[in-house]
Structure formats: C-alpha cells, structure tokens
C-alpha cells in the first residue's frame, strides 16, 4: 500500500508560480514511478506530466511542456510539480499518483496507477 498527500496548491494571478509537493508514504519510495494529473470542473481528470523511480525520465503533457517541471527526492519521500507562467486554464484538482514498478518507465495514464492522493485546489485568475 501507498499512502499519498498533496499539498501546496492556493489560488495565483496569471502568469504567476505554485509548487505542488506529494508526500508519500507506506513502500520505499525509489521504488515507485508518480505522475500528477488535473481534473477541471466539467471535465474528464487528464493527464499533466510523469517521473520514473529514479528521477531521471520525465513526460510531460503539451498543454504544460516547457512552464511545468516535476522532479523527486526519494530521500524524502516527496514528489514535486514546479508550475510557472500559469494560466487561468490550468484551474484544476491536481492529483499525485503512484505505482509500484521495478522497470525504468514513466506512465502517463489513469489506468496506469494504482494510488491516488485526495487532491489539491489549484486556481488561477485572469
């Protein structure tokens, strides 16, 4: 069992930053591969950007390739999305996600993970 919290999430002017942290516990954290998705109202929860276990293979979703960064320190047991230049269509439920995984790989949808965090509140104004 993995056991996921996010936090950092808050409301922010366009073009402004927020960093979103996922604190997992319950398995050894280098042993699994995370991802963060979003799910706005109204609309089907999507996939944002994905880090194998290690921190060296990253995926990102176009709609945030080159204004977010996700990164980890498995050290302590944290996962990390870096957003800039935010935009009023990033308004979202931002969720970390989790499987456990003994390959290098990054997985990039829903079906794919097997933990989930309750999610955090991301608003940006125009």
């Known amino acids: 069992q993995v056991q996921l919290v996010e936090s950092g999430g808050g409301l922010v002017q366009a073009g402004g930053s927020l960093r979103l942290s996922c604190g997992g516990s319950?398995?050894?954290?280098?042993?699994?591969?995370m991802g963060w998705f979003r799910q706005a109202p109204g609309k089907e929860r999507e996939f944002v950007a994905a880090?194998?276990?290690?921190?060296?293979?990253?995926y990102y979703a176009d709609s945030v390739k080159g204004r977010f960064t996700i990164s980890r320190d498995n050290a302590k047991n944290t996962m990390y999305l870096q957003m800039n230049s935010l935009k009023p269509e990033d308004t979202a439920v931002y969720y970390c996600?989790?499987?456990?995984?003994?390959?290098?790989?990054?997985?990039?949808?829903?079906?794919?993970?097997?933990?989930w965090g309750q999610g955090t509140q991301v608003t940006v104004s125009s």
């Open positions: 996600a989790a499987r456990i995984v003994s390959t290098l790989a990054v997985f990039t949808t829903i079906r794919q993970y097997d933990y």
């Open positions: 319950g398995r050894t954290f280098s042993s699994i591969a």
């Open positions: 880090i194998n276990w290690s921190g060296a293979r990253t």
